[in-house]
């Protein structure tokens, strides 16, 4: 049973500050993994998709990783902004989406 | 990419009442998935929306208590029957596009007094 786990589940930083936001899943037979951007009780909205057969994608400031062998997915994010505080979900895609339980983001001006 | 509109986008119900919630894609897709998300939680899929077929529910959701239906390749519901407080939640629509990438309506965040 694929389980995905999120590290750290809360963080607070100053603006401008370099991030990484860090995903694993416990089955590496995904067929890919997906980032989430999620605003307090709202929707999700997609950031970056990466295809199993992929090793990362980038889109503006943020660039995701995945190491399928070791079930790890990072988030990275460049030059933090205020705007950029919300939850982070990853989910892992095996045959359904496994999500996990998020990052919460705090960026502060 | 997908456009979802779902609505409504929140409300407040009593307990003992049903609340449906609409789904409507911008382009047609064969599978539609419905999520829970219950307060401070991450989401859990309640079931699998294909058009002409019933719904395919995953373990711990039953139809009786979720109907779904999906009468179109743009359009779906989701019921909430006979609700109790637990059932306080944000609810979830999400298509996937090129059968790979995942996109999501905005939520109907539902409380239930």
């Known amino acids: 049973k694929q389980e995905v786990t999120q590290i750290p589940a809360a963080l607070s930083v100053p603006e401008g500050e370099n991030l990484v936001l860090n995903c694993s899943f416990t089955?590496?037979?995904?067929?890919?993994l997906q980032w989430f951007r999620q605003d307090p009780g709202k929707g999700l909205t997609s950031l970056l998709l990466?295809?199993?057969?992929?090793r990362e994608q980038t889109s503006g400031r943020l660039n995701a990783s995945l190491d399928k062998s070791s079930g790890r997915s990072t988030l990275y994010i460049a030059a933090s902004q205020p705007g950029d505080s919300a939850t982070y979900l990853c989910?892992?895609?095996?045959?359904?989406?496994?999500f996990g339980t998020g990052t919460r983001l705090q960026v502060f001006p | 990419s997908a456009v979802i509109s779902q609505k409504p986008s929140r409300d407040i119900c009593q307990r003992g009442t049903s609340l449906t919630i609409q789904c409507q894609v911008d382009?047609?897709?064969?599978?539609m998935f419905w999520y829970r998300q219950q307060p401070g939680q991450s989401l859990t899929l309640i079931a699998t929306?294909?058009?002409?077929?019933?719904?395919?529910?995953e373990s711990g959701f039953v139809i009786d208590k979720f109907p779904i239906s999906r009468p179109n390749l743009t359009f779906s519901t989701l019921t909430v029957s006979n609700m109790s407080p637990e059932d306080s939640s944000i609810y979830l629509c999400?298509?996937?596009?090129?059968?790979?990438?995942?996109?999501f309506g905005q939520g109907t965040r539902l409380t239930v007094v």
């Open positions: 999400s298509v996937l596009t090129g059968g790979t990438e995942a996109f």
């Open positions: 089955d590496s037979a995904i067929y890919n």
């Open positions: 990466i295809q199993s057969s992929q």
């Open positions: 989910a892992a895609d095996t045959d359904k989406l496994i």
């Open positions: 382009s047609q897709v064969t599978m």
């Open positions: 929306a294909n058009q002409g077929s019933e719904a395919t529910y």
